[in-house]
């Protein structure tokens, strides 16, 4: 079973669409983050929730919205698709909030054309 | 404000080669953590290691060794008799608290590639 799963892989759509990507983790962990990889390989984190709770939300567009279902799932609505939004975008979850020892799904390669 | 460099872009050795990733990082908490992560060319990251500020400890894990130097603020990360599955994109991070939870920020990541 994955541990940290991620739907789509890819995505590919247009300038000003809306999309989503979701995530579920099985660890039983209470900590979930979105991470942005830009093309450059440089990662970033954009939201950490822990039990549902947002606790981290760095400098991002609003157009970005994490939502918790529960603790096992962080999905992440993307409004106004703009071309710089490109990117792979990874959910991450761990233990604890120290963020360390994450365990990553395998990304979501989002291509706006 | 928390900040990780990791100098070395790219780096390529000859298989059995051994290698060191630098990682220098720079915080204002006495209480962090420090982490290095692999990302292969099918693009997953997967954990390597995770150190507290408050143990300097060495560790070895088969050929994978960590050098923590809280005097140099340095983390590096040494792959001994290299092969070619190591090739990969190498992350070191730092984790540091923040409002609300800890913030963990990326190097850039080195390169590594290991010819056969």
């Known amino acids: 079973d994955t541990a940290v799963s991620q739907t789509p892989k890819y995505l590919v759509t247009q300038m000003g669409n809306d999309k989503s990507i979701k995530c579920e983790q099985n660890?039983?962990?209470?900590?979930m983050y979105w991470y942005k990889q830009d093309s450059k390989k440089f990662l970033k984190i954009m939201f950490s929730?822990?039990?549902?709770?947002?606790?981290i939300n760095e400098t991002v567009p609003n157009r970005f919205s994490p939502k918790s279902p529960d603790k096992a799932h962080l999905n992440l609505h993307i409004n106004s698709l703009e071309l710089g939004d490109s990117a792979v975008y990874f959910c991450?979850?761990?233990?604890?909030?120290?963020?360390?020892?994450?365990?990553f799904g395998q990304g979501t390669r989002l291509t706006v054309v | 404000a928390q900040k990780v460099t990791q100098a070395q872009t790219e780096i390529s050795v000859v298989e059995k080669e051994d290698v060191t990733l630098d990682c220098v990082y720079e915080?204002?908490?006495?209480?962090?953590?420090l982490f290095w992560y692999k990302q292969p060319p099918s693009g997953e990251l997967v954990f390597l290691i995770r150190?507290?500020?408050?143990?300097?400890q060495n560790e070895i894990s088969g050929r994978y060794s960590w050098n923590f130097q809280k005097s140099t603020s340095s983390f590096n990360f040494t792959i001994t008799a290299s092969q070619v599955v190591d090739s990969a994109v190498y992350f070191c991070?730092?984790?540091?608290?923040?409002?609300?939870?800890?913030?963990?920020?990326f190097g850039a990541g080195t390169r590594l590639f290991v010819k056969a």
């Open positions: 991450a979850s761990s233990q604890d909030r120290a963020g360390g020892k994450a365990f």
């Open positions: 660890l039983g962990h209470d900590t």
């Open positions: 929730y822990n039990n549902k709770e947002l606790i």
């Open positions: 915080t204002r908490d006495t209480t962090y953590y």
């Open positions: 150190r507290n500020s408050f143990d300097e």
């Open positions: 991070a730092l984790s540091e608290a923040g409002t609300g939870g800890f913030k963990t920020i």
